[in-house]
């Protein structure tokens, strides 16, 4: 699975990362079909694991599964158009002629959302495959703070910005996918 050992270089090496992303000229359908969606599979499998920890029960199990994969594709997708919107209104803002067109741009930063929550879903399913809830568990999604703050030069934002965007980011990745997992688990746990 060439998408997991991109995350790997991710999470080791974030700059190298985000130029190895760059050169494999994938786009972000084929990352979504070969990497994303197939680990999104694997999370809610190992949803079943967890629960088989304690008091199985398969209503419940199924339940937490569906959450756990609507939250993390559908924040995916509200992420993607928060940081499009906000990538392009930066770009046109700066009034830099780029070489870069939008549909290059939104490429770029569908691609970086992809990976991001795919870290985001590798931690979930580390998580499910241990029997208890710990607190190294709870910090690990701030890793991708690390990852987000090498992306700056991959997506093309400029230097006096890049702080903004990496806050921004993290927001977008991180709140939609809470509040989906959160309004789903409410109502109906």
């Not at 629960?51 to 209503?59: H, P, T």
């Not at 002629?97 to 879903?121: H, M, P, R, Y």
Request: glycine share 6%; proline share 3%.
């Amino acid at each position: 699975m060439k998408f997991l050992g991109y995350i790997f270089r991710l999470i080791l090496k974030p700059q190298s990362g985000w130029e190895d992303i760059s050169e494999s000229n994938r786009t972000e359908a084929e990352w979504l079909r070969s990497g994303l969606y197939p680990m999104l599979g694997i999370l809610a499998i190992c949803c079943f694991v967890h629960s088989m920890y304690g008091d199985f029960d398969i209503g419940t199990t199924l339940e937490k599964a569906i959450i756990e994969f609507i939250s993390y594709f559908a924040g995916l997708f509200i992420a993607n158009e928060i940081l499009c919107w906000y990538v392009n209104k930066e770009k046109e803002t700066d009034g830099i002629e780029n070489a870069e067109s939008k549909d290059e741009i939104n490429q770029k930063v569908k691609i970086f959302t992809t990976f991001n929550v795919g870290i985001l879903v590798l931690i979930s399913i580390v998580k499910n495959l241990f029997p208890v809830d710990n607190t190294i568990f709870v910090l690990l999604p701030y890793c991708i703070l690390f990852v987000i703050s090498y992306s700056g030069s991959y997506i093309g934002i400029q230097e006096s910005k890049r702080i903004i965007f990496y806050f921004i980011a993290w927001l977008s990745i991180m709140a939609p996918t809470i509040i989906i997992n959160q309004l789903l688990s409410a109502s109906l746990l």
